[in-house]
Nanobody, 124 residues
Framework: QVQLVESGGGLVQAGGSLRLSCAAS????????LGWFRQAPGKEREFVAH????????YYADSVKGRFTISRDNAKNTVYLQMNSLKPEDTAVYYC?????????????????WGQGTQVTVSS
């Protein structure tokens, strides 16, 4: 089993910043890729970014490229999402997810474990 716990969400003004954290526990040795997804009310869950546990083959969705930065701290079993220049359209519940396979994935259907999510609200 892999457990994921997100934190760091909150309410910010447009143009502000937040840093989300995702702490992994359990069989963390089995994780190949950590991804961030988000889901706004009434919308489908969408890919934001992912990072491998080893190496730096990072990928971002076009909607966040240049504004968000994903990073990891393997010693702490934690992945981060630094979000800058936030926009109201970034408002969503943000989830981290673990992929246990070596196949590159950007669809939520393919990820094996999920956190409970953390709310990010950006006011205009």
């Amino acid at each position: 089993q892999v457990q994921l716990v997100e934190s760091g969400g909150g309410l910010v003004q447009a143009g502000g910043s937040l840093r989300l954290s995702c702490a992994a526990s359990g069989r963390t040795y089995s994780i190949y890729t950590l991804g961030w997804f988000r889901q706004a009310p009434g919308k489908e869950r969408e890919f934001v970014a992912h990072i491998p546990w080893s190496g730096n083959r990072i990928y971002y969705a076009d909607s966040v490229k240049g504004r968000f930065t994903i990073s990891r701290d393997n010693a702490k079993n934690t992945v981060y999402l630094q979000m800058n220049s936030l926009k109201p359209e970034d408002t969503a519940v943000y989830y981290c997810a673990a992929d246990l396979s070596s196949v590159i994935r950007t669809t939520p259907n393919a990820y094996d474990y999920w956190g409970q999510g953390t709310q990010v609200t950006v006011s205009s």
